[in-house]
């Protein structure tokens, strides 16, 4: 198993278009977290998956995210009408129920 | 809801120093503790956990936290600090109904040779 796999690693978009990003979770880990992480800053929760249920979403996530985790295996991570304040990494982590996550090495988006 | 503090931006240590990271913690019921490291341009890296037991637990690297109950902390610990150390740490908590892991704002620590 190589770990948390996240692709694209960089993705620059122009303002107003749609960019999506995936995430590969460890193939037995059940949970999977998005995190958005801006520069010098914690990351900042965004929502995580059980399986293919989408069980929590941050009152920051606005309805422009969307995510999905189908067969609850990979997962997706869209934004439409992207904006400059968008521009971020993006991290994806995944772990066993109650145990430590385990991160990917982020999408980072820049809105231009 | 539970949140994470880390009261300071930046840790200064001298190379040989022992070296401490402070985090302090909220949540409901009984909390699962965590310490991340974050290198530049570079994933997290988890360092140690505290579930339950042993109010010191060991990680990686010979990092060491101390679990507080009465004062709701989890600092990080190194008794000898090392210059490769320098990097981002985060501390992390969750509660016990298993609900996303929350981090804090995270702790530069910068050790001198």
């Known amino acids: 198993d190589t770990g948390v796999s996240q692709n694209p690693r960089h993705k620059i978009t122009k303002r107003g278009q749609n960019v999506t990003f995936r995430c590969d979770p460890i193939s037995e880990h059940n949970r999977l977290y998005w995190y958005r992480q801006t520069l010098g800053q914690g990351p900042e929760f965004l929502t995580y998956f059980q399986n293919e249920a989408q069980l929590e979403k941050s009152r920051l996530l606005s309805d422009r995210f969307s995510a999905e985790r189908p067969k609850g295996s990979f997962s997706t991570l869209e934004i439409q009408r992207t904006e400059q304040g968008d521009s971020a990494m993006y991290l994806c982590?995944?772990?066993?129920?109650?145990?430590?996550?385990?991160f990917g090495q982020g999408t980072r988006l820049t809105v231009v | 809801a539970q949140s994470v503090a880390q009261p300071e931006d930046q840790v200064n240590v001298a190379e040989g120093n022992p070296l401490t990271v402070k985090c302090t913690y909220s949540?409901?019921?009984?909390?699962?503790l965590f310490w991340y490291v974050q290198y530049p341009n570079r994933g997290l890296q988890f360092l140690l956990k505290?579930?339950?037991?042993?109010?010191l637990v060991k990680g990686s690297y010979g990092f060491e936290a101390e679990f507080n109950k009465s004062q709701t902390s989890f600092h990080l610990k190194k008794p000898s600090a090392l210059v490769s150390d320098s990097a981002l740490y985060f501390c992390?908590?969750?509660?016990?109904?298993?609900?996303?892991?929350?981090f804090g704002k995270g702790t530069t620590l910068s050790v001198s040779s």
């Open positions: 982590a995944s772990s066993l129920i109650l145990t430590e996550a385990f």
């Open positions: 992390a908590v969750r509660d016990q109904a298993g609900t996303a892991l929350i």
């Open positions: 949540v409901s019921g009984n909390p699962y």
């Open positions: 505290y579930i339950t037991g042993d109010n």
